[in-house]
């Protein structure tokens, strides 16, 4: 069974830096095979798509609202992906889920992705 870890949320300033990682429970071998992502939640809306990465090659998908802020990326010797965050806004604020699928196509919907982590609060003071 799969299992994902969050860790990094905190609060922070309006235009700071936060780092979030995920860690996978499985065979870094199983991860060739695999697209993660990040989601993320604020009250009163829907989860909405992030960022995703393909294990294999580090091809990599943004969503428009954070493209060119945020960065992702992996560390396959500690089975990690990681979400890099900068200039930081308000709107930022929202609970981050890590999510992966066992497939080689990067999806945007969050009803696609098997499994999922537990979330770390990420919030930004104006």
């Known amino acids: 069974q799969v299992q994902l870890v969050e860790s990094g949320g905190g609060l922070v300033q309006t235009g700071a830096s936060l780092s979030l990682s995920c860690a996978a429970s499985?065979?870094?071998?199983?991860?060739?095979?695999?697209?993660m992502a990040w989601f993320r939640q604020a009250p009163g809306k829907e989860r909405e798509f992030v960022a995703a990465i393909r294990w294999s090659e580090t091809v990599t998908r943004y969503a428009d609202s954070v493209k060119g802020r945020f960065t992702i990326s992996r560390d396959n010797a500690k089975k990690t992906v990681n979400l890099q965050m900068n200039s930081l806004k308000p709107e930022d604020t929202a609970v981050y889920y890590c999510?992966?699928?066992?497939?080689?196509?990067?999806?945007?919907?969050?009803?696609?992705?098997?499994?999922w982590g537990q979330g770390t609060q990420v919030t930004v003071s104006s």
């Open positions: 999510a992966l699928d066992r497939r080689l196509w990067i999806s945007t919907m969050a009803t696609t992705y098997d499994y």
């Open positions: 499985v065979r870094t071998s199983t991860l060739t095979n695999t697209i």
